[in-house]
């Protein structure tokens, strides 16, 4: 069933006392992804994945024309997208099941549906007003052929509309699983791909289980800017008296877009991330706070004639002069040279 605006339209929410297990939300407006999106993000995160940035050399590695999309802007667009579940959000805890499963290409639309597939209230405290949990199911197609381009959960905490009730709402939700078995990835890296025109880009002396930090410290900037590329939703990200720090909260994917944009400079070779086995909110981001990146890789393997790697990325902030702690905790995967 899909949900429907409660009939107070001036806070249409939703809030978590309106969701339902197995509504199916309104859904966004498609989206094209053109010239101009992929201009704006790269000015908002700066990512040097050389396969979106050189349209010749997309083409010479996976063998047909047509610029290909960031792998981190479709899912910018696609979480964009699912915030008709999360405009009345307080903070998003994790993903999970990300996997890209359709190259996408700038000219292509995408459109963006939204389950709700378990819901939990938090504990009550008297600091603070009532929250619940709600984990939610996206799928996102290209509307030109109707393929699924990536589907996967993440869990949201959201405000109550009324304070006073009680959902009786305990589902067991989980958690995303961190551990990275490469074997069932393998069948994931794009048909007919050829690595080669990145082999002099490409670091071969990276050992698994090293780590490496980043020494290029990244200032968040733009954050609204990226909220709205994206048509997030939640007020938090645009509105700092939405929030109840009082300070606007930086939407979660703007970290992520930085720690990727992080991950690519480190691993010049990479030429598609294929997704994300986990991905853990551990605190939250401000604008002006200034991000350090540390790399893991994790594992690595030879695969469709170039390296499949698992890597773990660590996100922490610093933010008015002062250690703000962990930010991110990042497993993801990417094929190249």
């Known amino acids: 069933m899909l949900w429907r605006m409660p009939p107070t339209p001036a806070d249409p929410g ?7 297990v197995g509504q199916v939300l309104v859904p966004a407006p498609a989206a094209t992804l053109d010239e101009g999106t992929a201009a704006a993000y790269q000015a908002l995160c700066g990512d040097p994945l050389a396969t ?5 050399l997309g083409t010479a590695v996976s063998g047909a ?19 008709v579940a999360t405009q009345r959000v307080v903070a998003n805890l994790f993903y999970r099941g990300v996997v890209l499963q359709e190259v996408v290409r700038l000219g292509e639309t995408l459109h963006t549906t939204v389950e709700v597939r378990g819901l939990r209230e938090t504990t009550r405290r008297d600091d603070r007003p009532p929250r619940g949990l709600a984990l939610l ?22 405000r109550f509309r009324d304070p006073d009730s009680e959902t009786g709402h305990a589902d067991e939700l989980g958690a995303a699983d961190p551990d990275v078995d490469l074997d069932t990835w393998a069948a994931r890296v794009p048909a ?12 071969r002396d990276w050992e698994v289980g090293g ?3 980043d020494l290029l410290r990244d200032t968040v900037t733009g954050a609204p800017e990226l909220a709205r590329l994206s048509q997030n939703l939640a007020p938090v990200h645009r509105d700092a008296g939405a929030n109840d720090g009082g300070r606007r909260l930086v939407y979660g994917g703007h970290t992520i877009g930085l720690a990727q944009a992080s991950m690519v400079r480190l691993m010049p070779g990479t030429a598609t991330v294929l ?17 350090s990146c540390r790399h893991t890789l994790l594992d690595e393997r030879e695969v469709a004639g170039g390296r499949l790697r698992a890597v773990r990325t660590e996100v922490s902030a610093e933010r008015d002069g002062g250690d703000a702690g962990p930010v991110l905790d990042w497993r993801l995967v990417a094929w190249g040279a």
């Open 137 to 158: 199911g996206i799928r996102t197609v290209r509307v030109d052929d109707g393929a699924a381009v990536v589907d996967y959960e993440r869990c949201a905490m959201l």
């Open 275 to 291: 997704g994300w086995q986990s991905c853990d909110h551990l605190g939250p981001v401000h604008e002006g706070d200034v991000l």
């Open 14 to 20: 939703p809030y978590f006392d309106d969701l339902a």
């Open 211 to 213: 780590t490496r930090a």
């Open 192 to 203: 007919g791909w050829d690595a080669s025109p990145l082999a002099g880009a490409a670091d």
């Open 65 to 83: 024309p047509g610029r290909l999309a960031n792998p981190a802007l479709v899912m910018h667009i696609s979480i964009g997208q699912s915030t």
């Open 52 to 56: 979106s940035l050189s349209a010749p």
